[in-house]
């Protein structure tokens, strides 16, 4: 029989995971698989956890948002670890697992990853810290570590925004130097993003992102008025257009230096990101995922 760890965070979105948790072992069971559940602590056990035979496994399955998903990811990576991971999207945010095509009722995830298959994708890495969708910097973008677990819970979404709202009359603008390998940004910006995936907190911002092509998305918020430049940017994203707007700097690239004057946090997928000045790249195919028998996103 094939071994697979279930990773659960159980404060993850609306904290409904452990409902499920004998639905997901019968089921793993009925397909031959022998399912080792662990609740994640976000401490030192959970790399103790990763020492125990991890190499042998089938898969790891990880139920939780993209910060969770990323915590895990980070592990594996500093242990050496590169097996097949799965992903049960039970977070307030689910970016990645959207990007997969995974859907969001938890035995149905369960159902297309049993048949699923492995596909190798791009991970970002900011700094030594490695993404699985997105590096944000600037207005907004630190409001998921800011933000209450419990908060998060009984709001969703809804607290992201509060949170953002409340940032405002602290917020300070960017002055920030970007180069990359196919392009460039020197000067003032609201907010700017790296992308592996294509949505940050559900909304489509890099619609020409490919999580297996070598390349990150770099996308630029310039500065301005923060409500105009707000305005600009909800209407770029609900008219699902294939054009950035000025104001909005877009390129491609698989490498790029970023140095910034103003110290402020970064964040990636929802997890505190490295300082100034760093670097970030695209490394091809580093990790191993169960994707639902359906092309990822690619539009």
Known sequence: M????????PYSGQ?????FL???????????????????TFTSADCDFFELECRDLHHILIAGGDGTVNYVVNIMKQMGVDIPIAILPTGTAN????????PVNVLSACREILKGSVKRIDLGNAGGKYFVNVFSCGLFTDVSQKTPTMLKNALGKLAYYLGGLNEL??????NISIKGDNGQFEGQSLIFFVFNGQTAGSMRLAYNADIQDGLLDVIVVQSGNIVNTLNMVMKF???GGKSYPQGMVHFQCSHL????????????DGQPGPRF???????????????PNCEVIVE
């Open 2 to 9: 094939n071994v697979v760890k279930f990773i659960y965070n």
């Open 15 to 19: 904290s409904f995971i452990t409902d």
């Open 22 to 40: 004998d639905d997901i072992i019968r089921m793993h069971q009925h397909h031959g698989y022998i399912i080792i559940p662990y609740c994640i």
């Open 95 to 102: 970016d990645f697992a959207m990007q997969l095509r995974m």
């Open 169 to 174: 009359p602290n917020f300070r603008k960017l």
């Open 237 to 239: 994203i609900n008219s």
């Open 257 to 268: 230096e970023i140095e910034s004057q103003t110290d402020v946090t970064t964040d990636i």
């Open 277 to 291: 000045p760093f670097e970030i790249t695209c490394e091809k195919g580093a990790l191993q995922v169960i994707c």
